[in-house]
């Protein structure tokens, strides 16, 4: 069974940073591109950010583009999202999902709230 | 970057009927748009994927169609559990961008 569980969520302050990380199972991690989804609270969905199986081609929504990094260790299942220079704006649960055709795996999510 | 417009934003219905939602992207996405159910304290959930494929697992009541510019997810004979917000996504082209949702209620 697929799963992907996200964590690292938390409050933050404006200007700061936080890492999020997604533990992947149920399927060989090293062969799916990956990515980053995200809600603001009472809104629609948003996509953030994906990065191919091998690492080396990441894409990123202009609205983080600059600020967020994804990255990988496929020898440890595990996707990141590395968030600098936070903003108000990115109070989101943010999900990690597998793409194929769609988005056909999600995360339970992880609350990220920035503010002073 | 492609916008998707999404209609109705609300949408009533009883158990047993037929619904329908749309999705309208501002540039040609060839078939590669995608629907997905969300419910609280679940996963989202993808239902349909490229327009038309059923994803594997999702009842044989949903369906998709359409291409270019003009999508449509239908529910035929609702059951309870399908009421929930739907989204739509077009998968052609970064960034990858998703409708602003149907909520879908019990009338």
């Known amino acids: 069974e697929v799963q992907l569980v996200e964590s690292g969520g938390g409050l933050v302050q404006p200007g700061r940073s936080l890492k999020l990380s997604c533990a992947a199972s149920g399927f060989t991690f090293s062969d799916y591109n990956m990515a980053w989804v995200r809600q603001a609270p009472t809104k629609g969905l948003e996509w953030v950010a994906s990065?191919?199986?091998?690492?080396?081609?990441?894409h990123y929504g202009d609205s983080v583009k600059g600020r967020f990094t994804i990255s990988r260790d496929n020898a440890k299942s595990t996707l990141y999202l590395q968030m600098d220079s936070l903003r108000s704006e990115d109070t989101a649960t943010y999900y990690c999902?597998?793409?194929?055709?769609?988005?056909?795996?999600w995360g339970q999510g992880t609350l990220v709230t920035v503010s002073s | 970057d492609v916008q998707m417009t999404q209609s109705p934003y609300n949408l009533a219905a009883s158990p047993g009927e037929s619904v329908s939602i749309n999705c309208k992207a501002s540039?040609?996405?060839?078939?590669?748009l995608a629907w997905y159910q969300q419910k609280p304290g679940k996963a989202n959930k993808l239902l349909i994927y490229?327009?038309?494929t059923l994803q594997s697992g999702i009842p044989s009541r949903f369906s998709g169609s359409g291409s270019g510019t003009d999508f449509t997810l239908t529910i035929r004979s609702l059951e309870p559990e399908d009421f929930g917000l739907y989204y739509c996504?077009?998968?052609?082209?970064?960034?990858?961008?998703f409708g602003g949702g149907t909520k879908l209620e019990l009338k």
């Open positions: 490229d327009g038309s």
């Open positions: 999902a597998r793409p194929y055709g769609g988005f056909a795996y």
């Open positions: 540039k040609s996405i060839s078939k590669y």
């Open positions: 990065i191919s199986y091998g690492g080396s081609n990441t």
């Open positions: 996504q077009q998968h052609n082209e970064y960034p990858w961008t």
